[in-house]
């Protein structure tokens, strides 16, 4: 019924962040490309392996000028691991506790940031050489009013451009921007890469670093397709600068989710000196890199906030000038002053400034040895609304009866 949405909205509208007025619409009329970088954890970020640099071009772009890198930055995602991550930079919610939203609720209405954009003149797709049908994409594209999907039949794939789930990254990414240039102005588009996924295979010629030595095969490979897809997102710069598209773009890159699970605690207490993985350091090790690159802007630098994936939603449609007061989000500009030090993951671990909470016990964040549980109780609650409200709107299909465009209901009740 509608005291469920009125519910809903109120929440919404009460944890509201406030525009940020320096960087709103600082990338009015930008193209804008968001890539998901597969399986990218941010551990990687300004580290070596075997003395070797993991990810060269990346570390450059989290110093540069026209960049802001966000290193506490985390996934919010579940079993629908890709797709659950494209899910929530699209919506600002969170995908379902069971299944894959993907599946389970691609009739759902939504409010899409695709959606956000088509009415805001930009022509709106998915750049991702896979078959169409994984992860139910092709439905739930068109539930997210993504104009055009890019999928495999779009790219010209052979034995040799191609290793491990498909075609490799630096193809991808060259055969990428020239399908960009085809496309109305601005556009915005999404791009999945792949090269860095489970087994973590790759060709020797690609091989660009040394794997890492442990007993565990596939931590040691990990190390080299990351290294390699920071080559491809290096390929991709350059050719975005040669097709002249790079000047009035805005680049958005997020790791979608773990590659490195809990099986593999033993080689990475090794990589990272530790006697062992804790609780603790495992919800650590589910951050993810997130950079939004905005060329000749020069207001890039560092930022430290506790953040996650949805807050991707909120801080690109701001960055581009677009007012988001009436959407039904749950994340928040990450350039807003009232931007929370609060971050929920999906199965209700939790990290603010001072406190992490995972395996029902609350931790110190900064000693990472345990504190008084009290600390946690009130945050554990709002974690759990969160989500609460989040499996609300998606099993309710709420946003069927809500108008973005005055922030109410559309529809009363049709019976008492
Ligand atoms: C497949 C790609 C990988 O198209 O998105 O999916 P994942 O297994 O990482 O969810
Ligand atoms: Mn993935």
Not at 209 to 230: A, G, H, K, L
Not at 348 to 359: I, P
Not at 377 to 383: K, L
Request: charged fraction near 25%; aromatic fraction near 12%; hydrophobic fraction near 30%.
């Amino acid at each position: 019924d509608g005291s469920e949405l009125t519910e809903v909205t109120n929440y919404v509208k009460s944890n509201q962040a406030d525009n940020n007025k320096k960087t709103f619409g600082v990338a009015k009329k930008r193209n804008v490309i968001i890539i998901s970088l597969e399986s990218t954890q941010n551990f990687v970020i300004n580290k070596k392996v075997n003395g070797q640099v993991i990810t060269p071009f990346l570390n450059k772009l989290s110093k540069d000028k026209d960049t802001f890198y966000f290193d506490n930055f985390y996934h919010q995602t579940g079993l629908g691991k890709t797709s659950d991550a494209e899910f929530i930079v699209e919506n600002s919610l969170y995908g379902t506790g069971r299944g894959a939203v993907f599946f389970t609720n691609s009739g759902n209405t939504f409010n899409s940031m695709a959606e956000r954009l088509n009415g805001n003149g930009y022509y709106t797709s998915v750049l991702h050489a896979n078959n169409k049908s994984f992860w139910n994409r092709d439905m739930m594209y068109q539930a997210l009013n993504i104009k055009h999907f890019y999928d495999v039949d779009s790219y010209n794939v052979t034995d040799d451009n191609s290793a491990n789930w498909g075609l490799k990254d630096i193809p991808f990414m060259d055969q990428s921007v020239k399908i960009m240039k085809t496309m109305p102005q601005p556009f915005y588009t999404r791009m999945l890469t792949l090269s860095n996924h489970y087994p973590f295979t790759s060709d020797e010629e690609d091989q660009m670093i040394e794997p890492y030595t442990s007993s565990d095969n596939t931590v040691n490979r990990y190390f080299q397709t990351v290294r390699y897809t920071d080559e491809s997102i290096k390929e991709l710069f350059k050719q975005l600068k040669a097709s002249g598209l790079y000047d009035n773009s805005v680049i958005v890159m997020y790791g979608d989710h773990y590659g490195i699970s809990e099986n593999h605690n033993k080689a990475m207490a090794q990589y990272l000196g530790k006697d062992s993985i804790t609780p603790f350091d495992s919800a650590q090790l589910q951050k993810v890199p997130f950079f939004i690159h905005i060329p000749h802007s020069g207001i890039g630098k560092p930022m430290h906030e506790v953040a996650g994936q949805l807050d991707i939603r909120p801080t690109v449609l701001h960055l581009l000038g677009v007012d988001t007061s009436n959407d039904l989000q749950l994340g928040a500009d990450l350039f807003s002053k009232d931007h929370k030090d609060f971050v929920t993951f999906r199965d209700g671990r939790f990290v603010t400034d001072k406190l992490l909470y995972a395996g029902e016990v609350c931790y110190d964040k900064k000693t990472g040895e345990k504190t008084d549980a009290e600390k946690c109780d009130p945050y554990i609650e709002q974690a759990n609304k969160k989500l609460e409200y989040s499996d609300q709107i998606i099993n309710g299909d709420l946003l069927r009866f809500y108008d973005s465009k005055t922030g109410k209901a559309t529809v009363k009740k049709e019976k008492e």
